[in-house]
């Protein structure tokens, strides 16, 4: 595929192929997939950082990546996706286990300034911060999911939600035009300039795997 097909891809989902490992991205270093904008590893639980590192330098035009349920992956691989992939505009790394927390939320909140969605679903160690930190530094977020992260229902009961946007399935179920949502200019955020509210889904619904 990378030595016949850099050039063309466009889109590839490789979901739950297993038997995919470091070897098989680090094969991509001497390719450049300069047209290749979508990439779903989702289920590919034996790619480690080392994989990220390699295909993130060799894939640098990816706009949609999800890394769903890849749990052998560190902060270390959300950092080099920050730093490596500025276009990226959606991000999944639900159940990313040590993946995601605070800390690599900070550096996904200063160098994605065009992310638009991003999914931390079941990443338990997520908080408040890392959640704010994001907000505020990805100005053009219009979508979050963030369910089935226990250490942020303090959070969601204080009124973190309603401060940057709105509970998606609220939404849905009030038929809440989205689109007619004024700007909003959150309080307490150190970033003030009005922006989008922002689509959260704040639980698990029924017969949803993502």
């Known amino acids: 595929m990378a030595a016949h097909a850099s050039h063309r891809l466009q889109s590839l989902s490789l979901t739950r192929c297993t038997s995919i490992t470091d070897a098989g991205f680090q094969s991509w270093a001497p390719f450049r997939f300069i047209n290749l904008s979508h990439l779903c590893l989702a289920d590919c639980t034996y790619l480690s950082d080392n994989a990220i ?55 996904v909140s200063l160098h994605l300034n065009d992310l638009e969605r991003l999914s931390v679903r079941g990443c338990v160690r997520v908080t408040s911060a890392g959640v704010e930190s994001v907000l505020e530094g990805c100005g053009r977020l219009t979508w979050a999911d963030i369910s089935q992260c226990r250490n942020l229902e303090g959070w969601i009961n204080g009124g973190g939600v309603a401060r940057w946007g709105y509970d ?39 017969g949803e795997l993502r």
């Not at 991000?91 to 040590?98: D, E, I, R, T, V």
């Not at 700007?183 to 989008?196: H, V």
């Open 53 to 107: 590192v390699a295909l993130v330098n060799a894939a640098k035009a990816l706009t949609h990546l999800d890394l769903s349920f890849c749990c052998a992956l560190s902060d270390t691989a959300t950092e080099v996706v920050a730093l490596g992939l500025p276009h990226l505009r959606e991000l999944k790394m639900a159940f990313c286990g040590s993946a995601i927390s605070d800390s690599s939320l900070a550096c």
């Open 168 to 206: 998606e399935r609220t939404a849905r179920l009030t038929g809440l035009d989205k689109k007619s949502m004024s700007l909003i200019s959150p309080s307490g955020a150190r970033n003030r300039r009005a922006r989008r509210p922002v689509g959260f889904v704040v639980e698990k619904g029924p």
